[in-house]
């Protein structure tokens, strides 16, 4: 999932990058954020495929499934802190 291939990134900035470099399931997953799951097997991807879909209601007009929550509402997470940048235009830095 890219713009341009390697060949053009290679004409512009002489740069030598492979299309998993350039636009592969871990620059998504890692650095763009354009995917939230990477599998390394179909038979992953459709196990994972599978525990997707218990979180979705069986039709739109029934309600998404509910399961009682197993962790302390009152819990302190102090590692959410530094999720948001202070400043957003320095957070590749």
Known sequence: MFVTGPNVLKAVT???????????ARVH??????AHFSCPSE????????????????N??????????TDIPTRIEEGLDSIIP?????HMT
Do not use: K, Y
């Open 14 to 24: 002489h740069e030598d990058v492979t299309f998993e470099e350039l636009g592969g």
């Open 29 to 34: 997953n890692t650095t763009s954020g354009i």
């Open 43 to 58: 038979q992953d991807c459709i196990r994972q495929i599978r525990q997707l879909m218990t979180f979705l209601p069986p």
């Open 60 to 69: 739109n007009l029934d309600d998404p499934p509910r399961i009682a929550p």
């Open 86 to 90: 202070d400043n957003p235009t320095n």
